[in-house]
């Protein structure tokens, strides 16, 4: 029987006990029904995961005996940041929880041209907020105990300006090469376009800030499976797929 994760951020190791942050009882005490007794782990986002026993159950919170220090060593050898054009609503969730699913380190939302969400008026904060969880729930899910960073939305501009030791790869459908055509990398950034994709304009941009075009198939690809597909294949020829 698989063993419940949740995150838990403050996990306190110089107690025994300690209350389940509010989501993390939510889960557990409301959704999945867990009573006292139940063995759970949690971890931190930094690495750090405990076995643990829940402890006392009531409606408002509940806390856990901590265990064992479990070590996990399922990060992925590649340093992968993900500038990933900014879509609506379920597109935008897959991607983010594939992409954690499938190791990248470092997230960048990224506004350009195309995006048809909007995001001002305190609205980019409300989805920060809730892309933070559907990478949180892909961390409990997948078995990772490192968060990867979400950095703040920002404009493709400001994103390019950004120095990463990297090899920087956009997707382009009109580009001459593909990935196998791409010598093994360790630090890799890869920037994908929203709904619609990048404007030729914005291709330049990136390519003038020292991205590399490639082309992915000869189809195009809607902006969530370019995601997926483009990670599986890097974590394939590079990564820890191929193990």
Not at 90 to 97: F, I, K, P, V
Not at 177 to 187: E, F, I, K, V
Request: aromatic share 4%; proline share 4%.
């Amino acid at each position: 029987m698989r063993i419940p994760r949740f995150y838990c951020p403050e996990l306190d190791i110089n107690n025994d006990v300690i209350a389940l942050p509010d989501a993390a009882h939510r889960h557990a005490v409301q959704v999945l029904r867990l009573k006292p007794g139940a063995l759970i782990r949690l971890f931190d986002g930094r690495g750090l995961e405990y076995d643990a026993v829940l402890e006392q159950v009531s409606k408002r919170d509940s806390s856990v005996r901590l265990g064992d220090n479990i070590k996990i060593n399922n990060e992925s050898p590649l340093n992968i940041t993900l500038l990933q054009g900014v879509s609506r609503g379920e597109r935008m969730d897959y991607a983010l929880q594939k992409a954690v699913e499938l190791g990248v380190a470092r997230i960048i939302p990224v506004v350009t041209e195309r995006c048809n969400v909007q995001l001002a008026g305190g609205r980019a904060e409300k989805r920060l907020a809730h892309w933070r969880g559907v990478m949180i729930s892909a961390c409990e899910q997948s078995g990772r105990s490192v968060l990867p960073e979400l950095m703040d939305v920002m404009a493709l501009e400001q994103a390019l300006e950004i120095d990463i030791k990297a090899c920087c790869l956009v997707l382009d459908p009109h580009a001459e090469t593909g990935l196998t055509s791409q010598t093994r990398q360790d630090n890799i950034v890869l920037l994908i376009g929203p709904e619609g994709g990048l404007s030729e304009q914005e291709v330049r941009q990136a390519i003038t800030a020292g991205f590399q075009a490639i082309k992915f198939g000869p189809r195009i690809l809607r902006t969530e499976t370019a995601t997926v597909a483009v990670l599986a294949a890097v974590q394939t020829l590079w990564g820890d797929l191929s193990d």
